[in-house]
């Protein structure tokens, strides 16, 4: 079957349009994530649609391109990306489909080219996997996996509270039997009340964490169905604890949560965090992304999210396609190169 590659040539009515047929669809490939994070990041932004001879698209991807000058190199990143995978769960694209979007981008646009896909290593993942290797992408296994706990919703509300450990039951219904009230507040005055605390839990800890620009610049860019979801939780009009999420294509993920004082106090977390869970399921999804672990470095938020149940997962990795073997060379010795692109996987 032959392919056509589209690059640039269409808008972002049409690109919402064809991606929200992707079960993999998420936050990281709407138009406007990838217009902010590449002005974040002082990158250049393509976007490609590859369609079968029938007219139909069997893959899609947003590529953030940046000049690493001193590797000599130009390198694009897929983030959590390519879409291929269909709302039947099967994957739409083919290994001739993949060359055809490397060959587009390889040599003429970027010397390496980095695919991030959102796919857990499942028995698809590890279809995609060889299709990628079969297309000429090679795994990357200096770059970290992402790994998370992820709740099915395969037995409804019931079973996602029979999943959880009786400690978070426990803090669960000891929160629900309160005066506390959850708000859901996707407006700019939500999203002002959220970063101040994120910002004031920031400096409390130390920490440096993702920057609040990152989603709310998006957020007023969004369409109603693909904006993000901020549930604030307060205690007689203060706000003690919010959490932000996403729910696009099959999942819902969470994205940032903070806790102050007071919602540490009160345990806020666990309303708030039960509640983006419930939002995830009447949105229609199949399961809830916690948003990464970390039991070495975070063990704190690590047990946590293991005591809400769910089973954790590694997603399939980063794969690279290169322009020769001296740039494939460069890469494999460049120990700094994550510090100078600074780019997530």
């Not at 130009?74 to 959590?80: A, D, F, M, S």
């Not at 969470?254 to 949105?283: D, I, Q």
Request: hydrophobic residues 35%.
């Amino acid at each position: 079957m032959s392919y056509t590659v589209n690059i640039d040539n269409f808008d972002s009515s049409y690109w919402q349009e064809q991606a929200k047929e992707f079960a993999d669809y998420s936050l990281y490939q709407t138009w406007p994530y990838q217009e902010n994070r590449a002005q974040m990041d002082s990158c250049s932004l393509s976007r490609a649609v590859v369609t079968d001879e029938n007219g139909q698209v069997c893959l899609m991807c947003q590529v953030r391109i940046k000049e690493v000058k001193a590797l000599g190199l130009k390198v694009g990143y897929v983030q959590w990306g390519p879409l291929v995978r269909g709302k039947d769960d099967q994957l739409k694209c083919s290994v001739d489909a993949l060359v055809e979007l490397k060959n587009a981008y390889v040599e003429n646009m970027v010397n390496v080219l980095r695919v991030v896909p959102n796919m857990p290593a499942h028995a698809v993942g590890s279809e995609f996997c060889q299709l990628l290797k079969s297309a000429g992408f090679k795994h990357s296994s200096k770059s970290a996996r992402y790994r998370t706990i992820a709740i099915n919703f395969d037995n409804g509300e019931e079973g996602i509270r029979k999943g959880m450990s009786q400690n978070y039951r426990r803090g669960l219904k000891k929160t629900e039997n309160s005066q506390l009230e959850i708000r859901r507040q996707d407006d700019g005055e939500g999203f002002s009340v959220f970063s101040e605390m994120y910002s004031d839990l920031q400096q409390a800890k130390g920490f440096g964490g993702l920057h609040m620009d990152e989603f709310s610049n998006p957020q007023q860019m969004l369409s109603d169905d693909e904006k993000l979801s901020l549930l604030l939780l307060y205690n007689e009009d203060r706000p003690i604890s919010g959490i932000l999420s996403t729910n696009l294509g099959d999942s819902g993920m969470l994205l940032l949560a903070v806790s102050n004082e007071e919602g540490r106090k009160l345990k806020g977390a666990y309303p708030t965090w039960f509640a983006s869970v419930m939002l995830a399921l009447e949105s229609g999804k199949i399961r809830y992304d916690l948003g990464g672990i970390d039991p070495e470095k975070n063990p704190g938020v690590y047990n946590f999210k293991s005591r809400m149940g769910g089973a954790e997962l590694y997603y399939v990795g980063a794969y690279d396609a290169f322009s020769s073997t001296t740039v494939k060379a460069i890469w494999a010795v460049s120990d700094t190169v994550r510090n100078f692109l600074k780019f997530r996987s």
